[in-house]
Structure formats: C-alpha cells, structure tokens
C-alpha cells in the first residue's frame, strides 16, 4: 500500500463531505412484476443495449491500452415492446424506462408526442440538439407511443418502480476482476463500474462492497475508499449513476431510476464469482451514504447490510430549506457542483476515457442533455411538495429498509447538518439498527472515532467473520492524516472478540446499546487538541433517547439589556424584547483554507456575535450541576413583525465560568413557515409542514406563537457554565452555511415574555451522564468555535 498517496486520496474521499388517433391493438402485458424483462428496442439500435457495454475496441487512438471490459449480457429474452401499429412507423427508437420513457435518433428540435392507447395526450416536448427526449414522471404500467408530424412509435410499456428482473438478468453479466467495466440495468442503461480486489481473483472469493453516487467512484484511477477497503480485506467497487461519469442515461437527483439502478448494481456485483457469499454490502459518506437509503428501501435480495454517514433525514428540511430559509451556503453551489459533474464529459476522468477510446463512455453521453435542472427545481419550490420534496426524503421510507444499517453523524456537521438524527426512530422495518452520534464535522462519521465501530459491523453483517482490527489498525492513522491532518490517532490494541466464535461475537455485538452518543469529540485525554477522538461516550437502547426529560427555561428580562432564562416565567405583563432583523450587520463564521480545511486539527474561527441591537439573548443562572441535553430542543417563542413576517435563528450556547462562550447548536424558521404537523410534533420537536397552504404571515400587532427547532444535539452543560439562547436573523453561526433572507428587510422583531405569552427554551435533559473534570479547553471540541463572552 502507498502511503503517501493514500494520504492525499483520504484528504478528497469525502470532499463534496405530451396527440392523434391510435388504433388499438391487443397487447401482451407481460409477465409477473417478479420475472420483469428488461425491454429491448424495437426499432432503431439502442446505445445502451446490446453489445453496447463492451467498451469498444478497448483500443484508444493515442495508443493506450484501456482494461478489457466485458460484453454486456447478449442473450436476452423477448421484449416487452408491443406489436407495431399500421400507421407510418418512426425512425427514432423508443425504450421504456423506470416511471419514464426514452426516444433517441429522432431529428433535432422536433416536437414528440406523448399518447396513452386510447389516443390521449400525456406529453409533448421538442426532441435536443442529439434528437433525444425523456419523457419522465409517468404511471408504470402504461402503455404508451410516441408520435411526430408524420410517425408514430410502437408501444412500449412503462416499467414501474416495483418491477424487478429475473435473478437470470444479473447472474449472467460480468464485471471485470480488475479496472473499469459496465453494468446493464434493467431499462438498458449502462452504468460504469470498477472493482478492486484485495488479491488475486483465485484467491477470492472476497467479503464485498459498494459505493454508488455522482462523484467519481467509477473513475479507475481512484485512490482512497478502494485502498482503505482493500487493506480490510474487503473487494470494493464504485459505481457512477446514470448520468455522471461514464455512465449512460440522464441526471435528476435521486429519482426512481437511479434507486432502482443501485438494485441492479448491487445484484450484478453479487453475482461475480469473487463476492463471498453472492451478497454485498454498502459504504459511503455524504452523498454515497444518501444513495444507500434510497437503495435499500428497494430491498435488493444480495443486499447484506447498508453503512449510510453523514447522511439527511429530508432534503428539503434538513440542508435545501432548513426552517423554509434557502441554504445558499451550500445546498444550491452543491446542487451546481452536481450539475456541472452531469454534463457531456463533465468529469475529467471520463473525458479522458473517450478521449482514449472507450466507446461506451461516448456514447452514454448522448441523454446528458435531457438532465433536469436541478438548481431551478430548488428555486422554484419554497414550500415543501409531494411532488418535489417527498420522493427526496429518506425520513419518508426509511421503515422499509429491512437490512442492518449503521448510522454515523455529527451534530454540527457543516455540510449535511444535524437533522439526520431525527429519522433514527424510523428504521423499524430491519431487526439491527445502529447508530454513533458526535460532535463535530462532515467527516466525523469515518474519523478513528466510529472506524473501530464500522468494521466491526461490516466483519459481522457482510464478511460474516470474527471482527479484527488488525487491518484498521494499520489504516487508521492514514485515514487521520488524510482527513484530519494529525498522526495522533490511534485505534487501542487488541481485538475485543478475540477467542470467540463468530455466533459468539455477533450475539455480543448485538447486545450492546444500539445508540452510542461520544462526548467531547476533539478534547481526548492525553491528546492535542481537535484530535478526532472522543473524551467519553454513553450507549442508549433507543433514539430519541426513552429517558429524556423535557426541561423549559422561561424567557424573563429585556434580551437586550440583560435577559434571564428561569425555571418559571417571571415577568408581569406586559414584557417583551424588539430586536432588529439585519443578517447584513450578521458577521459570518469564517475559517481559513479550502472546504476540506475545516476538517484539520489546525483549524481557526472567527465567530463573532451579532451587531448591538440586532439580537436578543438570555441567560440562565451559572449550573448548580452538569446538565447533558441529548436529543432535538425547542425554542417556543411568542412573536410580533411589524412587517407581518420574518426570518428566525436561535443558537444555543454554554457561556463558561471562565467568560468563554461554546456553540452548541442553531435552528432556523421563517415566521409565514410556522404551521406544524400536529401529530408529529412533541414538546421537544416542532415539524413544520412547510406547505403552500399552510403559510401564513404573523398577525398585525397581536403575538403569535412561533416554534422553532433546534437541531438534535449532544451536550453536557458544566456545573458552573450558563445556557445561552440568543435570537437573530439567521446567519453566522455555521462554517458553511448561509442564508437567502430578502424576507428580511430590517424588521422589527419583538419577543412577548409574560405569563400570558410565556415564551420559553425547552431541552431533553438526561440523567446520569458522568462528564469526567476538568472541563475540556475551549478551543478543543471539534465542530464547536469558541469566542470571550459579552455581556450587554
């Protein structure tokens, strides 16, 4: 193993962290869902079909040799594809698609016809400049043609979500046992795939796994999760969705297609005769984790268990709308980023690939043009819909995930945020569970914190073997310096499951405390600070955790002269604090160096508070003992525009004996977004529904209450510091993120804290939890920026 240049690879790993008359003919519907056939074109040659996925000659025009790729499968049972009408025939091909329908060959800039069997127009939408046009978001199981002027299309049968091919499909494709190769989904599509053995193919066969997103994990020049996978034993093979990389189809993020494309990958790599066991397991973090929840809710038979980090819970909540404000920090530039790897050769890797020749990669370019503008789909949808938002939330079909999963995240991650946490109770439908939750940043999920935990997991669900650290010992201090830019981390010696059998070692596993929450992660003993290793953990047998209690402090106080938080409220009426909305006059949370620098032991802050009079904050009594807060919070606050709405931040703090303030952790909500989910909504957790319908701006001079969420947090208050709650307008109190707030226009915010509008902080406060002394250093903790204390 390279040592340097798994250095550098770790340190990128990660990095983002629809008309005329149809004569009716009878038609065959097919077989069973369970036995679909893939659909072969009926008309002109498919570039995703056939022999399509042999890569070419394998012969570039520069001379260089590209790795043999195999021919995609070419015994293929009947089409699914209807008998041709009497009318004109079309020259283009038509292929039916998951929920979709793809023509190609057509003529540029011509108008196609979408019509169901009774002659009704469905769609109608002019063919791009490669004569191609995806007709999407249709009902499986229609039949359908398309028509220009002059022609019309045979049927075709729209493949539905559910529908799954014969085990035969899979078992016959191959992939090759070293380097780049193409696998054939159900509707054609290619999608390019590289594998890397940990040894000689005869030596297998190896326990597997899989990464699958719109990065580069395809890219066969790739160091890093291939290496690090390699060195656990493990074979590894990444895979690109359709549409980015070498992959054929279209790019729309995280439709049906490409969840359904990750079942076909992961059954076709279960079928190589390499794969121990004909079953697969799943690694990523971020976007690769994301795709793993989307994966498994499709219940891919081979699929052996699920590693998702850094994951979110909604797309819209947790990062594109967090509280209905646009994150314009990173949710859209990421949406961009995204798009721009899914354009014809957006990515290096695969333009140089065609460049040398690999005929596939070429031509599975030729739909890129069909990609959905995704930037403009987050911009034009404030408000949360079934049609955009529902289909992108995890949170929404997470219980029909049924394998084990091991969930890994940090509270203040900077890119994909905290909210994940709140879908943890939903993963009912699998009988292994796990979860480590910290604090920190993008990266925690895979630092040497939870490294010990993943492998273990994965020896246990996918390798089906004693869990050994050996090869993680070895890595561990790679991956660190890599991410983390420090070589203190290291992973204790000796295997805890030496001796036993492997029943002995999984029946151990599975006794522990499914729910482990690290504490003070950056501020190990005997480490340097912002090392990523924890000072303590705490194991729970549920989330949310079953023993929280529910602990309100009452807003009493002017907020700006000097606020109190108090057991009670306490101010007679009528009390209230008016602060101005002014995110201009907001300094943002800057650090030095590029995104992954955040990541480093070396990273500085500049966290600054908010100009005077464009915040309100209050303060409890210094801790007469340590109060650990595990879990969502509230911020209940009666409230008053004077421009009928307005954009609110609430940040919680721990102000130190010492007059250093600790972030702890924010939550976001524009006033007009205030409606909630009654059933789903507690005490401790307000959910919004942030539907159209539901908004509503405040009431002219009346208070109006307005729950706030504060983001899931793991936190032990010291006996001696004060809980801080300070209220804004959002922006600058995260690294990364920042908001559209043109709501605001420097409105006048007032906050009624009087028994008859009790406004008030409620946390779930754990007992039992021993913080070890003293304190951790300020600057220490990772993901948590420290600035002096200023009193108003």
């Known amino acids: 193993m390279r040592r340097t240049a798994i250095v550098i690879a770790f340190a990128s790993v990660v990095a983002a962290c629809s008309g005329g008359d149809v004569t009716s003919t009878p038609v065959d519907t097919g077989p069973e869902p369970s036995a679909f056939i893939p659909p072969s074109s009926t ?287 990173f949710a859209v530039p990421w949406s961009e980023a995204r798009e721009a790897d899914a354009e014809p050769e957006g990515q290096a890797w695969a333009a140089a690939r065609i460049a040398a020749g690999d005929d596939t990669c070429t031509d599975n370019q030729l739909l890129r043009l069909q990609n959905v503008d995704q930037t403009a789909v987050i911009l034009d949808n404030p408000f949360w819909t079934e049609a955009t938002s529902g289909e992108v939330a995890p949170r929404t079909f997470v219980d029909e995930i049924t394998v084990p999963t091991f969930v890994a995240g940090a509270w203040q991650d900077e890119q994909t945020g905290g909210h994940f946490a709140t879908m943890l109770d939903g993963f009912t439908g699998t009988d292994a569970f796990y979860a480590s939750l910290t604090n920190g940043l993008h990266t925690e999920s895979i630092g040497p914190a939870v490294f010990p935990r993943f492998v273990e997991f994965l020896d246990l669900y996918v390798a089906e073997r004693v869990p050994s650290l050996d090869g993680a010992r070895t890595v561990a201090p790679l991956l660190a310096a890599g991410i983390f830019g420090t070589d203190a981390a290291t992973l204790p010696d000796g295997d805890r499951f030496a001796g036993m059998t492997y029943d002995e070692a999984l029946t151990a596993f599975e006794a522990e405390p499914p729910i482990e929450v690290l504490f003070e992660e950056g501020a190990a003993d005997g480490l340097p600070p912002l090392t990523p290793l924890p000072r303590y953990s705490a194991g729970f047998d549920a989330w949310p955790i079953p023993d929280a209690q529910a602990t309100a402090w009452y807003l009493s106080g002017d907020g700006v002269s000097g606020g109190v938080l108090a057991s009670e409220p306490t101010d007679a009426e009528p009390a209230s604090t008016t602060y101005l909305a002014l995110p201009e006059a907001i300094p943002q949370t800057f650090y030095e160096g590029s995104s992954s620098s955040i990541w480093t032991v070396d990273v500085t802050y500049d966290w600054q508070e908010s100009g005077p009079g464009t915040y309100a904050g209050w303060l409890t009594e210094p801790l007469a003992e340590d109060v650990a807060v595990i879990g969502s919070g509230s911020v209940d606050l009666f409230l008053q525009s004077n421009l009928g709405d307005t954009d609110v931040e609430v940040t919680l703090t721990e102000v130190r004996p010492d007059g250093q303030e600790l972030y702890v952790q924010s939550g976001w909500l524009r006033a007009s977004h205030r409606a909630l989910d009654e059933a789903a909504s507690t005490e401790l957790r307000p959910v919004a529904t942030h539907l159209e319908a539901d908004a509503a701006p405040l009431p002219d001079g009346e208070f109006e209450l307005v729950r706030v969420e504060i983001l899931p947090v793991g936190h032990v208050f010291r006996a001696g510091s004060q809980l801080r709650l300070v209220v804004d307008a959002p922006g600058g109190n995260r690294a990364v993120w920042a908001f559209d707030t043109t709501i605001a226009q420097g409105e006048q915010v007032t906050i009624g804290h009087d028994t008859i509008t009790p406004s008030r902080l409620v946390l779930p406060v754990v007992d039992g939890i021993d913080a070890p002394d003293p304190a951790p250093a300020c600057d220490s903790l990772r993901g948590q920026p420290c600035r002096t204390y200023r009193a108003p």
Not at 292 to 300: E, G, K, S
């Open 43 to 329: 008309t002109a040659p498919d570039a995703n079909d056939g022999d399509a996925g042999n890569g070419g000659d394998g012969n570039g025009d520069d001379g260089e040799v590209l790795p043999t790729v195999p021919p995609a499968p070419t015994t293929r049972p009947a089409p699914t594809t209807l008998p041709p009408s009497p009318e004109v025939r079309a020259t283009f091909s038509v292929s039916p698609g998951i929920e979709q329908v793809t023509v190609r060959g057509a003529e540029p800039d011509t108008l196609l016809t979408l019509v169901d069997r009774d002659g009704s127009t469905l769609a109608a939408f002019p063919t791009d400049a490669n004569g191609a046009l995806i007709f999407r978001d249709l009902d499986g199981g229609t039949i359908v043609r398309v028509r220009d002027e002059a022609s019309v299309s045979s049927e075709v049968k729209v493949i539905g979500f559910g529908d799954t091919p014969t085990p035969s499909f899979y078992a016959e494709q191959r992939l090759p046992t070293d380097g780049l190769g193409y696998i054939t989904t159900r509707d054609g599509t290619t999608l390019s795939a590289s594998v890397w053995l940990p040894g000689e193919p005869g030596d297998g066969p190896y326990p597997t796994v899989v990464e699958y997103s719109g990065y580069t994990p395809s890219d066969p020049g790739s160091t890093g999760f291939p290496d690090l996978f390699n060195a656990l034993g493990y074979a590894y093979v990444g895979v690109n969705m359709r549409g980015t990389g070498c992959s054929g189809g279209s790019f729309r993020y995280f439709e049906h297609a490409q969840s359904t494309d990750g079942y076909d990958a992961i059954e076709v790599v279960a079928a190589q005769p390499w794969a121990l066991g004909g079953r697969v397991g799943m690694v990523g973090v971020s976007y690769p984790g994301i795709s793993q929840l989307f994966v498994a809710r499709t219940q891919p038979p081979s699929l052996a268990a699920i590693t998702p980090f850094s994951v979110i819970a909604d797309s819209y909540a947790s990062t594109l709308y967090p509280g209905g404000i646009l994150n314009t920090g």
